[in-house]
């Protein structure tokens, strides 16, 4: 039984950006680009499988300090195909950088992509409602 | 019913909720005149510019005042007040208060002098 991978940040950060990892590579990561606050968001990405036999992979995700648990738990992906895992969470009350993290299992889980996107609040147009009066001389 | 004089202030103090994003711009316009069926005839108002509408996911309450001083302008007699709530996104926001519940008393006015007279 493979363990679930490590639900937290990796250790190492220099490789925002860098484009794909040495076994996985994160596609895509799809989200809304803005939402309301209070707001129930899918997200998910499609994470592939690089090394040339098929390997177990899993899925992590942060923003704002909150972890987020991406399904399914891993999977075994064959070589040159992608694996779709998704989560979902509530908007919170600020614009977010959602960070979403590929492993593969050796006789561990080894973080090895990374991808980030921003999720800007979206507030809606401004309402109105309900005048009231009350008045007095003075 | 309130009676005023020229020289009074009439304070209207309006409520209105609001939800999304911040605002700016929105006015709030009292009136006094007279309510009939083709609209309402104003004959004073004052107006002010509400100010500090922040951005709430939830609706939120604010309160304003905005005083109409009472002038020569209007004769006396029994008038009715308007408030609407403007320039903001969507329809204007009416509110109507009681009919006739104004009473202007206006300057002080004389009649019906009578005399009788006799030999003293």
């Known amino acids: 039984m493979i363990p679930s ?16 990892g040495n076994y996985t590579e994160i596609l895509a990561i799809y989200t809304p680009s803005s939402s309301q606050p209070g707001s129930y968001l899918t997200v998910s990405t499609d994470i592939k ?10 899925a992590s995700a942060v923003y704002n300090g909150s972890q987020l648990t ?28 959602l960070m979403v993290y590929s492993w593969y299992w050796t006789d561990q889980w080894v973080f090895d992509d990374q991808k980030q996107i921003i999720i800007n609040i979206s507030t809606g147009e401004a309402q109105f409602q309900k005048l009231s009066v009350s008045y007095a001389k003075v | 019913m309130i009676q005023l004089q020229y020289g009074d202030k009439l304070r209207f103090t309006c409520s209105f909720q609001h939800k999304g994003a911040a605002y700016t711009g929105a006015k709030l316009h009292a009136a006094i ?18 100010t500090g509408i922040i951005y709430d996911a939830t609706w ?23 408030v609407k709530l403007m320039s903001i996104p969507g329809s204007d926001i009416y509110w109507y208060g009681t009919l006739d519940d104004i009473v202007v008393v206006g300057e002080a006015e004389f009649q019906s002098l009578s005399v009788s007279y006799a030999k003293a």
Not at chain 1, 5 to 20: D, W
Not at chain 2, 33 to 38: E, Q, T, V
Request: avoid cysteine; glycine fraction near 10%.
């Open chain 1, 5 to 20: 991978p490590p639900k937290k940040t990796p250790p190492t950060q220099e490789r925002i950006f860098t484009g794909k």
């Open chain 1, 49 to 58: 499988n690089l090394y040339a036999q098929g390997i177990y992979i899993a």
């Open chain 1, 70 to 97: 991406l399904l399914p738990d891993y999977a075994v992906v064959n070589p040159g195909v992608f694996q779709n895992f998704y989560g979902s969470f509530i908007m919170p009350n600020s614009s977010i950088t």
């Open chain 2, 33 to 50: 005149g007279n309510k009939g069926a083709l609209g309402f005839d104003e004959i004073l108002n004052n107006e002010t510019t509400v």
């Open chain 2, 60 to 82: 939120q309450t604010y309160t304003v005042t905005i005083d109409v001083t009472i002038t020569s302008g209007i004769s006396s007699g029994a008038y009715d007040t308007m």
